[in-house]
Structures are given as C-alpha cells and as structure tokens.
C-alpha cells in the first residue's frame, strides 16, 4: 500500500512539475513531456503489465490539471508506453550503444507525435490550424525533444537501480 501511494504521489509531484514548474522556466513550445517521458521509461524497465494502470492515471491527472480534455493524455501515453513495451522486447533499449541510439531515436519519434497529438486536440483535429501551428514551431521542438532524452536517460538508469535494488529484496517495485 505504501509503494502505491508513493508511485501516485510521485505522479502528481510530476504533473505539478510540468503543468505548473516548468512554463516558467521554458518556452510553451519548448516544455518537457515529463510524465510522458516518466511513462515511457518505467515500461521500459518494470513492463506494460506492471504499470499500464499508473500510466492511465497520470494521463487523467495531466489532463485535469492541464484544463485539456480528458483522455487526450491518456489516448497518446497508452499507445506509446504499448509501442515501447512492444520494441522494448524486441530491442534492447539503453545500455548498449546501439540501445542508446535507438531509445533516442525513438523518444524523439514520440515527442513529435505526442506534440502533433496534443496541438491536433487543441485546434479540434483541424488540419489546417494545426499545419500554422506545427510549422513555426520546429526549433523549439527539437529543443523539446532534446531535454526529453535527457530525462529519458536519467529515468532509465533511476528505473535500472530501483528494479535491481527490489529485486535484491524479492519484491517488485510496482507489485504489491
């Protein structure tokens, strides 16, 4: 019961990190998917069955606290915490230096897209508004998807040592 309030209290210490914390400190364009990226990366390590739940949870309360509407966060952290479960099986991410290359890449891949995703629900799936949108706003994506590897990393190698260390004690981090 203690984990489960800390994952949930650590989930909202996140949301008020980038709904709140972050936007002083970044551009809008440029504000780092933390959660997305908090998601993304305990999948890789703790797997789709061990955290899918939480993932759902934290999309409800971004959106909640983002004034979005509800389910946008949770559509787009489903599919890309089930698409990195996927490759995550079928490529070893991290570690290795072809790993670490291609958990890039694919950070990358879903920065863009949780992006396109996001101004998309925003403008109500109108293409033409979203294009206006998307089009200026390419530096500050890359910067976005820049400091979005960084965190990716950094939850990863956090992620490796908490599975090891609750291993060591035959627990699961997200288990009981």
Do not use: C, H
Not at 8 to 14: D, G, T, V
Not at 33 to 57: E, M, R, T, Y
Not at 99 to 121: E, H, K, R
């Amino acid at each position: 019961m203690k984990k489960r309030i800390f994952i949930f209290l650590i989930i909202i210490l996140a949301v008020i990190f980038q709904a709140s914390i972050f936007p002083v400190f970044f551009s809008a364009k440029s504000i780092p998917d933390l959660l997305l990226i908090l998601a993304v990366s305990s999948v890789a390590v703790f797997g789709f069955q061990s955290v899918w739940i939480w993932v759902i949870i934290s999309g409800i309360i971004l959106d909640l606290f983002s004034f979005r509407i509800v389910g946008t966060n949770v559509i787009s952290f489903m599919l890309f915490s089930y698409a990195v479960s996927f490759f995550s099986r079928r490529l070893i991410l991290g570690e290795k230096t072809g790993g670490i290359l291609i958990s890039g890449i694919f950070v990358m891949a879903v920065t863009f897209f949780q992006n396109f995703w996001i101004q998309s629900a925003n403008f109500n799936f109108e293409l033409k508004k979203i294009w206006e949108v998307l089009a200026f706003s390419g530096w500050s994506l890359v910067f976005k998807a820049v400091l979005n590897i960084i965190l990716f990393l950094i939850f990863i190698l956090l992620f490796k040592k908490i599975k090891k260390r609750s291993l060591q004690n035959k627990n699961l981090f997200v288990g009981n």
